[in-house]
């Protein structure tokens, strides 16, 4: 047995991590006669969000480094361990630091340490189109990148809440696939299920959905007690049922994409194999 005590290997993956301000343009072209103050100002709050942007990447909680971070822009790399967390500290320092800029939209990629750095920051300027894209923007693209060549790029708008969680970010929700405490395991024969049923599964009633997802959910989810699968199958059950929620109609709990949920599924698995 595993000493408790012994450190798990890293992953293979690493991910980078590119944010870019929705809209600057439109903001800075709203300010009616921008005087050199108010310009000032700007560049000023754009250069404290840098600032802090760097400050928490580098700190030891996440391990990060920033390439690049001023105007309204950031490319940074991070462990794949702690890329979630990294992307929700850096759009909340926006925030924090200047509330009346524009929301930020960010895309956080993942891929194999010996995949084309050069392939690689392609993919992630693509992801962070296809957030842009989203209407409203404020969204995140999450998207893996294997050594293989094989890839896919969930996108949501940032804030996911319920009732349970009114608080939830979509970066959030996805952690619970990073962690593994229990030694629970997602098996890729879920996607083969999701993606043979997905069609059927999201015409269902929200209730039946539920259920019928979670019975597929703990079909694959494999861990050292059945409490443990029971556990682990019913929270990752449900975070699947949030994150598939079309991007455009988040108001509307009840609704399920199949697009949004296939793609979140299999970030998911991806996130559980390869994030430690």
């Known amino acids: 047995m595993r000493d408790k005590f012994q450190v798990a290997p890293p992953s293979s993956y690493l991910a980078i991590l590119v944010q870019d301000l929705d809209g600057m343009g439109s903001y800075l072209s709203e300010e009616k006669n921008l005087s050199h103050k108010r310009h ?18 580098h700190d030891s909680a996440l391990l990060g480094v920033a390439v690049y971070a001023g105007g309204d822009d950031l490319l940074a790399f991070l462990p794949a361990a702690t890329a979630l967390a990294g992307a929700r500290a850096c759009r909340q320092a926006v925030t924090e630091v200047s509330p009346e800029l524009p929301t930020a939209s960010s895309a956080l990629l993942f891929f194999h340490r010996k995949y084309p750095l050069r392939l690689a920051l392609a993919a992630s300027r693509e992801a962070l189109a296809a957030a842009k894209n989203v209407p409203g923007k404020n969204a995140l693209a999450v998207s893996y990148l294997r050594r293989s060549g094989t890839q896919e790029t969930y996108v949501q708008k940032w804030a996911l ?37 997905s069609h059927a599964l999201c015409t269902l009633s929200l209730d039946l959905f539920t259920a019928e997802l979670q019975r597929l959910v703990h079909r694959h989810t494999l861990a ?9 199958a019913l929270k990752a059950a449900e975070q699947l049922r949030l994150l598939g929620r079309p991007t455009s109609a988040l108001e509307d709990s009840e609704k399920i994409s199949e697009q949004s949920l296939i793609a979140a599924a299999r970030v998911a698995v991806f996130l559980r194999q390869e994030c430690r």
Do not use: M, Y
């Not at 000032?40 to 990447?57: G, N, W, Y």
């Not at 608080?167 to 959030?172: K, S, W």
């Not at 050292?224 to 682990?232: I, V, W």
């Open 40 to 57: 000032t100002e700007i560049s000023d709050q754009l250069r404290r969000v840098a600032e802090r942007q760097t400050e928490l990447l």
């Open 161 to 197: 809440p319920d009732h349970n969680d009114p608080e939830a970010l979509v970066c959030d929700r996805l952690s619970l696939f990073t962690r593994s405490e229990t030694g629970a395991r997602l098996s890729p024969g879920l996607l083969r299920d999701l993606e043979r049923d």
């Open 224 to 232: 050292p007690t059945s409490e443990q699968q029971k556990a682990f």
